[in-house]
């Protein structure tokens, strides 16, 4: 979802980022690790830019 809105609307896919790495903190496997990463360098790419 946060890909899908974040050219339109910057702070709702701060949002969903937010919330999927809430919903990941338990997680500590693999995948989880990786898109962990991923929606991190993307929120901090908005850090940047918004």
């Given at each position: ?36 990463g ?5 929120l ?7």
């Amino acid at each position: 979802m946060a890909t899908a809105v974040v050219g339109e609307d910057p702070e709702a896919a701060r949002r969903h980022w937010t919330e999927v790495l809430r919903l990941l903190a338990d997680y500590d496997d693999p995948r989880a690790t990786a898109l962990r990463g991923h929606v991190e360098r993307r929120l901090a790419g908005l850090g940047e830019t918004g």
